[in-house]
């Protein structure tokens, strides 16, 4: 098992990931600026050479962003979404650096898995969503 840099090379199994769990609909084209930027921090969770798992960060000093990250169905909750999201938060440099994050309301599992890593609720984005649910937006404090 292995977490490195997501590359090219990556986007067919991420893309494949992405419509498993069907919870966003990025396209080639989007990760594939994400992988360019030089602000990002995109990586990729191998086993075996099959893609577990996924995140991507905009790394922006303190005001870093988790813009996605996600984890096959069936691997999840064996620490790979930790390691994922490790990897950028363990990015952010000063005492005053800050991540934050939308997700939402309703999403319960991924809300306990942020505040399980440290994530503060500050704030809820009515109608955020195209479906009109909220927003549930948090921020994750180096200090």
């Known amino acids: ?13 991420v893309l494949e990931l992405q419509r498993e769990l069907a919870f966003q609909d990025w ?9 360019k930027a030089s602000y990002a ?11 577990q798992g996924y995140a ?3 790394l922006m000093g303190p005001d870093s962003e988790l813009l ?9 909750r064996r620490g790979i979404g930790s390691h994922l999201l490790h990897a950028g938060l363990d990015q952010l440099t000063a005492s005053d650096d800050q991540c934050f994050l939308e ?3 309703g999403n319960s ?6 505040e399980k890593h440290g994530f503060k609720l500050y ?3 009515k109608k955020y969503y195209s479906d009109g649910e909220d927003a549930a937006l948090y921020k994750y404090s180096k200090s």
């Open 68 to 76: 996605s990250i996600a984890t096959r169905e069936a691997e999840q």
């Open 27 to 35: 396209n080639e084209k989007q990760f594939l600026s994400e992988i």
């Open 41 to 51: 921090c995109c990586v990729v969770y191998e086993s075996e050479g099959r893609i």
């Open 103 to 105: 997700v939402r309301v």
């Open 123 to 125: 704030n809820v984005r």
């Open 109 to 114: 599992k991924a809300r306990a898995f942020y």
């Open 1 to 13: 098992m292995m977490l490195r840099k997501m590359t090219e090379s990556d986007l067919p199994q």
């Open 56 to 58: 991507i960060f905009h």
